[in-house]
């Protein structure tokens, strides 16, 4: 057992897709979130510079005394993984979860024609993380594309309307051509949309999520590493920061971390 806290980083409200999934999985884990919202978005940075952003913020985090470091970021992950690796696995014995290696081996599981598709921002799909990621996988065609302003839209809290239908479409098109039967979101911002994209690919399409795949990725670790926090401990409350303005970012936390139960009242149904 170990009541120290995980840590979850992202640039913005994505890695909250990532922080829902684990406490899902494991409410009894305590969360420390850090939104470097300051320094957002990453995906159209070079990975140099996101590299440099994202160490500082894992740094930070490092100094809480947490246990688990999850990159909630498929551009910070494709930017810093080896890294992050060597400087708090190896050299602080602090386990370290990113998103693009569970997401491609998800998306491998789950294809039936080997026609995978990839989404992810600028950075993640010019870094070839996925290509790399699923080139081992014998018999699978991976057809990739950037969808920028997707970025944008979960971070101003836009997740339906014509604007969204439109970019989706246009985004999409490439990989609807190559009639894939996979779509990795490889980009946590992107759960909180899948609704236009799962409504332009069509449901034949199955959507797999980086955040999910990352969440499954905690629970193993913890368990096989014997990390778990004691749930007699309780549940305890999560922490968010932000590198940013953090009355921007509280109404977005709550509506996509799942808005509070009230407003409850009782039925009466004639029988
Ligand atoms: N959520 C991040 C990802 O998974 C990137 C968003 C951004 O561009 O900051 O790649």
Do not use: W
């Not at 080896?82 to 708090?88: G, L, N, S, T, V």
């Not at 944008?152 to 609807?176: H, M, N, Q, S």
């Not at 980009?187 to 999910?212: F, K, N, R």
Request: glycine share 8%; aromatic share 6%.
């Amino acid at each position: 057992m170990d009541s120290r806290p995980i840590g979850i980083f992202d640039s913005g409200v994505g890695g909250l897709t990532v922080a829902r999934a684990v406490m899902d999985k494991l409410p009894s884990e305590q969360i420390l979130y850090v939104g470097d919202t300051a320094n957002s978005p990453y995906g159209t940075k070079s990975i140099a510079q996101v590299r440099e952003l994202a160490l500082n913020v894992m740094d930070s985090l490092a100094k809480r005394d947490v246990k688990m470091l999850v990159i909630a970021c498929n551009t910070a992950s494709a930017a810093v993984l080896r890294d992050a690796r060597e400087r708090y696995e190896v050299n602080a014995g602090i386990s370290v979860v990113e998103v693009i290696q569970p997401a491609a081996r998800r998306a491998a599981l789950t294809t039936k024609t080997g026609r995978i598709g990839v989404i992810g921002t600028e950075a993640t799909v010019n870094s070839g993380a996925y290509l790399d990621a699923l080139s081992v996988v014998p018999g699978i065609e991976v057809v990739q594309a950037a969808a920028p302003k997707f970025v944008e839209f979960a971070e101003a809290g836009i997740t339906t309307g014509d604007e969204v239908l439109a970019a989706a479409r246009e985004y999409l098109a490439p990989i609807k051509a190559a009639e894939v039967d996979t779509l990795v979101l490889g980009c946590t911002h992107y759960p909180l949309l899948s609704g236009a994209i799962s409504y332009v690919m069509g449901d034949d399409v199955q959507l797999v999520s980086s955040s999910e795949s990352a969440a499954r990725d905690v629970y193993r670790r913890l368990v096989e590493e014997d990390k778990l926090r004691d749930p007699a401990l309780g549940i305890p409350e999560p922490h968010f920061s932000v590198t940013g303005d953090e009355k921007k970012f509280a109404p977005l936390a709550q509506r996509f971390l799942g808005p509070r139960v009230g407003n409850i009242s009782r039925l009466e149904v004639s029988q």
